[in-house]
């Protein structure tokens, strides 16, 4: 069954605001990471939050993670037209940390 | 580099026929898995390696096989294709980041459908 589970499914908004999206997790976790990807392509790696810290930056993205909730969230400020895309997040149980587990996405639009 | 690529990029094949799909790396990864994608499904692990000579199941492991003999080739083999592995299929292998975890890269993806 899946690890991770993201909220919402999709999400619309206009260019230049943020977007918000969040994955819940059952497990205990070595690290939880956010993927991107666009239409038709393979997925990117965007960014790795360890399970001790609780909150990272990459350029206009921001994760955070809660362990006690089993939950993280991505955060992409700025939006921009080139940030349409399906974002996933994927755990890294603590046994066999070189296994991810994805969740099912979050379908990202921004409109111009 | 050319990353991780895989062949073919679409497939159709009748149900019973057996196929493999290939995946390369070139990047001197231990790490390499196999994934497919269903609508609304995320992405789902079928097997995955350790290194040359090691593999194991993942979490959709039925109906498919896989060998490494090398560190550079992953191929996945469909042994008798079924409508239900109608899928797009990813390659990936990855790399330890300082610090700990591992970055998973993956190639283009080969769309197969079965009828």
């Known amino acids: 069954s899946q690890q991770g589970e993201e909220d919402p499914q999709a999400l619309s908004i206009q260019e230049g605001e943020n977007a918000t999206m969040n994955c819940s997790y059952k497990?205990?976790?070595?690290?939880l990471q956010w993927y991107r990807q666009n239409s038709g392509r393979g997925l990117v790696h965007l960014i790795l939050?360890?399970?001790?810290?609780r909150e990272k930056h990459s350029g206009r993205l921001r994760v955070t993670l809660d362990t006690s909730k089993k939950s993280s969230s991505l955060l992409i400020t700025a939006s921009r037209a080139a940030d349409t895309a399906s974002y996933f997040c994927?755990?890294?149980?603590?046994?066999?940390?070189?296994?991810?587990?994805f969740g099912q996405g979050t379908r990202l639009t921004i409109n111009p | 580099n050319a990353g991780v690529t895989q062949t073919p990029k679409f497939q159709v094949l009748k149900t019973g026929q057996s196929m493999t799909l290939q995946c390369a790396q070139d990047?001197?990864?231990?790490?390499m898995s196999w994934y497919r994608q269903d609508p609304g499904m995320g992405l789902r692990l079928i097997h995955y390696?350790?290194?040359?000579?090691?593999?194991d199941q993942g979490e959709v492991p039925n109906g498919y096989n896989v060998s490494r003999s090398t560190t550079e080739d992953f191929p996945l083999r469909l042994l008798s294709a079924a409508p239900s592995q109608t899928s797009v299929y990813f390659c990936?292998?990855?790399?330890?980041?300082?610090?700990?975890?591992?970055?998973?890269?993956f190639g283009p993806g080969t769309r197969l459908t079965v009828t």
């Open positions: 990936a292998s990855s790399r330890g980041l300082a610090g700990g975890g591992y970055e998973q890269y």
């Open positions: 497990t205990s976790i070595n690290n």
């Open positions: 939050i360890r399970s001790n810290e």
């Open positions: 994927a755990t890294a149980l603590i046994q066999g940390a070189q296994k991810l587990v």
């Open positions: 990047m001197n990864h231990e790490y």
């Open positions: 390696s350790v290194g040359a000579g090691i593999t």
